[in-house]
């Protein structure tokens, strides 16, 4: 009974402590994953796990989920110059109220600098423009098709600034998986198939995040490629924490960059998830970049926004 007690109380502790095992690999299609040693004493099912990952949807219902709420939001928005000074910002606290199935957004407080807007008071960069179709809802939305059908991201009947709105949403959501219309880049973003697979490293840990023991798939390009592998990089690393429970992402973060001859960017971002009752909300959503495409100007911006106070 001794021996079983303390059977017990070891397999307890393995999430939070150094255990004397080795890493494992495994094959998962056209992928090796290394498994650091919690996870091969856990007896996951990685396939199925990984599987789940590249199809899943909670990430993506989880900003679904704030056209069916009320919250506050802190929004930070800078525009930098060549030497790194801001040259335009906005610093604002936004209220969305959801009444009867419609939303609709209130602005509380709202300062802006520099040539954020233009003289007609539209946007005068791509940056905020993208952050505002996003993050802002002008005048009452109502009668949302919420759903988070894979169908749903697609660049049917699609153009201009909302291709490119959809095009980010589909590698925001989706990292790693194909998006097309993206010229040059063609299939570089579809890390988990062959070919770009082989320029990856997967490595499946546990550790702990914000005081919670959580799964973490981390995904980064292998560090000794050739000049001509290192071209054909585009998403340089994502890292997503996991509930361990029921396997809802907690945060994630990815650092993207890329060099064609019409345009360039190199860009982080990182998004951090928090619980409203059975509902999984997005509560900080950080971003830096830096990119340029032809006939427009290079834009350097760094945008925070904190959400807040959700509600029914």
């Known amino acids: ?26 094959r998962v299609e056209d992928k090796i994953i290394t498994l650091k040693e919690v996870v091969v004493l856990s007896n996951m099912d990685v396939p199925s796990f990984i599987k789940r990952i590249q ?21 930070d928005v800078r525009m930098l110059d060549k030497k790194g000074n801001v040259s335009a910002s906005l610093e604002s ?16 407080e709202e300062k802006i ?26 005048g009452r939305v109502c009668g949302e098709n919420n759903s988070v059908s894979q169908a749903e991201l697609n660049l049917k009947n699609k153009r201009g600034l909302e291709k490119h709105k959809e095009q ?24 988990y198939e062959a070919p770009m697979s082989a320029l990856y490293e997967f490595v499946l840990d546990m550790e702990t995040y914000k005081g919670e023991n959580c799964y973490v798939f981390r995904i980064a390009a292998l560090p000794d490629l050739s000049s001509s592998q290192q071209n054909d990089i585009v998403i340089n690393k994502v890292e997503t924490w996991f509930n361990p429970a029921d396997m809802r992402i907690m945060a994630r973060r990815y650092d993207l960059s890329y060099r064609a ?30 990119w340029k495409v032809a006939f427009k100007k290079r834009e350097r911006g760094i945008f925070t926004a904190s959400l807040f106070g959700f509600h029914n």
């Open 113 to 138: 600098s520099g040539d954020l807007k233009d003289k007609k008071g539209d946007w005068n960069y791509t940056t905020m423009e993208m952050y505002a179709g996003l993050f802002f809802t002008t």
């Open 55 to 75: 199809l899943d949807t909670s990430f993506y219902r989880a900003f679904k989920n704030l056209h069916e709420l009320g919250y506050s939001s802190l929004n």
């Open 261 to 290: 001859g019409v345009y360039d960017f190199d860009v982080q971002m990182q998004v951090e998830m928090s619980n409203f009752g059975a509902l999984l909300v997005p509560s900080l959503i950080r971003y830096t970049g830096n």
């Open 1 to 26: 009974m001794r021996s079983v007690f303390i059977y017990l109380f070891w397999m307890a502790i393995v999430p939070v402590s150094a255990v004397h095992a080795q890493d494992s690999t495994i």
């Open 93 to 108: 606290k936004t209220e969305q109220q959801y009444i009867n199935g419609c939303r609709e957004m209130i602005t509380r």
């Open 168 to 191: 980010l949403k589909m590698l925001f959501f989706n990292p790693g998986r194909k998006i097309p219309g993206i010229p040059f880049i063609g299939d570089k973003i579809n890390i």
